[in-house]
């Protein structure tokens, strides 16, 4: 490559996805100005954001690249770029690194807009549920006033909960399996409502309300709450849950739990919500306690006129009119739609994971026959998850 002109090894480089090449530019030029435009008018990070180079992009970012940088006459910024072309580990790592999300191109679109007018509905869940880690938590690692110690003692419980707070998903099932997976969420449990219930109600107050963000912090409190109190009721511990916790006893719990909430009175039946899960939503809406803000008004409303459609409702009231239902090949379990893979031997119901298939097992095997007339096509199609569980 040309040395003399840094700036056009470095697209270059980009462009050819060569990250040890970017990397040897950068560390023989570690003033390269970063925030530039080729003649696309586009900038290195927003080359490997659209590109999906995840690498580079990290690099870019560790070495000064603005990750709100844009020069384009169109607005369109690094988010969008990862947005449309569907890149989520690119919109995690940006929004990680405090991107701003709330930018509009010159059609005034934002980059999770611009993801749901193309169906990329993962995507607008990874952005719409992002809440910056230290506007969130990290506030409650420390010590506040009047407080002998932090509400969270340290920094990968800290993480632990915000992780649970931006999982791009609103299902309870979810919820509850990343719960199952990550069990010291239970064993800290105390600690973790608090924090989420303080968050309810600072959002719920002037000067800055923000009754979605209230009412999501309710919600995964309420989760939560739910899980501890199945484990207080089936163990009664004699000392603090966090000294004396059952690990492997509670992760049958809450599989249970999981299992009690999807169970259908006929295997076959489809919708995206049981009536467990319908009766858990509403309880959740009608208990929560800032009954003055309107998406309390709203949503509660609209729960009682249609009683079999909780599910939707709240989902509409967080994510808005364009997120309302789910598309036909969602998962069973927790209405994901992205990288849905139907079963391999009925053919007719879809999972997202392998672990939405294996907790569904015990009630799908029940109904789950071969097509009489399509008895050669098992395991040929490579969106198809083998029935085997």
């Not at 180079?53 to 607005?75: H, M, P, S, Y």
């Not at 239970?186 to 002037?206: D, Q």
């Not at 009754?211 to 089936?234: G, M, P, R, V």
């Not at 049981?274 to 009954?291: E, H, S, V, W």
Request: neutral net charge; proline residues 5%; aromatic residues 8%.
């Amino acid at each position: 490559m040309d040395s003399s002109n840094p700036k056009d090894d470095l697209f270059k480089s980009i462009e050819k996805k060569d990250f040890e090449g970017v990397k040897k530019l950068l560390e023989k030029y570690p003033k390269l100005d970063l925030n530039c435009a080729d003649k696309d008018e586009l900038s290195p990070l927003q080359h490997a954001c659209h590109s999906g180079e995840l690498q580079i992009a990290k690099l870019l970012i560790k070495c000064g690249a603005d990750v709100n940088f844009t020069c384009r006459k169109d607005g369109y910024t690094a988010l969008m770029f990862a947005a449309i072309s569907n890149k989520q580990d690119i919109v995690r790592l940006l929004l990680e690194n405090n991107v701003d999300s709330s930018v509009e191109n010159c059609v005034n679109r934002t980059a999770s807009q611009m993801a749901a007018f193309i169906g990329l509905f993962k995507i607008v869940h990874i952005i719409n549920s992002w809440i910056p880690y230290e506007k969130s938590v990290q506030p409650f690692t420390r010590c506040r006033e009047l407080e002998d110690e932090p509400r969270i003692p340290n920094e990968n419980l800290g993480r632990l909960l915000h992780e649970y707070i931006v999982l791009p998903s609103l299902h309870p099932i979810r919820y509850m399996l990343h719960i199952r997976d990550n069990l010291q969420l239970i064993r800290f449990s105390s600690r973790f409502i608090y924090v989420l219930e303080t968050l309810s109600s600072k959002c719920s107050k002037p000067p800055t309300i923000e009754e979605t963000l209230s009412l999501k912090y309710y919600y995964l409190a309420h989760i939560l709450n739910h899980c501890l109190k199945q484990y207080e009721e089936k163990f009664r511990p004699q000392k603090s849950i966090e000294t004396d916790f059952e690990e492997t006893a509670c992760f049958q719990l809450v599989d249970s739990n999981i299992r009690k909430m999807i169970r259908r009175s006929n295997p076959s039946d489809l919708q995206p919500a049981t009536p467990q899960i319908n009766r858990f939503i509403l309880d959740c809406a009608m208990k929560f306690p800032y009954t003055h803000l309107g998406i309390f008004k709203t949503t509660t409303f609209a729960m009682n006129k249609e009683a079999s459609e909780h599910y939707q409702i709240f989902t509409q009231s967080l994510n808005g009119p364009h997120m309302f239902g789910r598309a036909s090949e969602g998962c069973s379990i927790c209405t994901e739609v992205d990288k849905c893979k139907k079963c391999s031997k009925c053919k007719n119901v879809y999972y997202c994971s392998r672990t939405c298939q294996l907790v569904d097992w015990f009630q799908h095997k029940k109904v789950c026959k071969s097509p009489e007339e399509q008895p050669l096509l098992k395991n040929t199609d490579e969106n198809e998850i083998d029935d085997e569980a």
